[in-house]
């Protein structure tokens, strides 16, 4: 797995914030070390750990990490106060995550490899089963195939709804804002076009993105040119950092170091 694949990661953020729920959840939750605005770099290292894990764990280390995720979310629910209502444990929520981070996942090898045969993608979709059930997910919950989870993803994006409470936190995940000044004022406008890039068109039109012919373009010559030097890599450049955290988490695991 490369880590040019993270160039897609505001653009999968996004989407799965873009259930009302899940949005208002982490814009409420009460869980400070987890936010990304306060500990960015603790909050992507472990949205990475989980990735990497989920992937290419075994079942112990995906054990492990479905326990720290709960430990996690036991706090983050709706009160009597939330205009939306929520649970980090509703197994409908979480399947939705986890479909965004396959779809991710589906696009970046595209990006990074150009068409894929059915049978590889067939793969790929029995491996990212994984991204479910190491949350709250029953495996029968996961959509039996591709043209299955199609059906789902369809469905699903009539779920999306981004509101005047989600949207600010959405268009500063797109522009780096969480981020230092001096970085989100340098990198935030490159990442902004990536991210609208990599966005379906229904994302882009509930956050009122605007996006061209030109654009788009612009964007495929920019992924055409970003894949070429990816793949004249050394492959321990091509997979880092993803390499390096997960042999971050499986160190901290076998320290009994907690992950999340």
């Known amino acids: 797995m490369s880590g040019l694949s993270l160039a897609l990661g505001g653009a ?3 989407m799965q914030l ?11 939750s009460s869980v400070e070390s987890g936010a990304l605005h306060r500990h960015p770099v603790k909050r992507t290292r472990t949205t990475l750990s989980y990735i990497v894990i989920a992937l290419f764990g075994t079942d112990d280390e995906r054990r492990t990490m479905r326990r720290e995720v709960d430990r996690q979310h036991r706090t983050v629910r709706s ?3 939330s ?9 409908e929520l979480q399947l939705w995550v986890a479909a965004c981070m396959y779809r991710g ?12 045969s059915a049978a590889t993608l067939d793969s790929l979709y029995r491996r990212c089963a994984s991204f479910a059930t190491t949350l709250q997910v029953p495996a ?19 779920l999306v709804s981004i ?6 936190l959405l268009h500063a995940i797109a522009s780096l804002r969480f981020l230092p000044a001096p970085i989100s004022s340098t990198l935030g406008p490159l990442h902004r076009f990536i991210t609208t890039g990599f966005l379906p068109r229904r994302f882009r039109e509930e956050l009122e993105l605007s ?6 373009r612009v964007f495929d010559r920019t992924l055409r040119l970003l894949a070429m030097i990816n793949r004249l890599l050394p492959r321990v450049l091509r997979e880092f950092p993803l390499n390096a955290v997960l042999w971050d988490t499986r160190r901290r695991m076998k320290a009994g170091r907690p992950t999340v």
């Open 79 to 81: 009160n009597v106060e």
């Open 83 to 91: 205009a939306v209502a929520y649970s980090a444990y509703d197994p």
């Open 163 to 168: 509101d005047k409470t989600t949207r600010p």
């Open 211 to 216: 996006w061209s012919d030109r654009h788009e």
């Open 140 to 158: 029968s919950k996961w959509p039996a195939d591709r043209a299955a989870f199609d059906v789902y993803w369809e469905e699903g994006l009539d």
């Open 105 to 116: 996942l589906e696009d970046a090898v595209r990006f990074l490899h150009g068409p894929a």
């Open 12 to 14: 999968n953020l996004i």
């Open 18 to 28: 873009s259930r009302a729920p899940i949005g208002h959840g982490v814009i409420e």
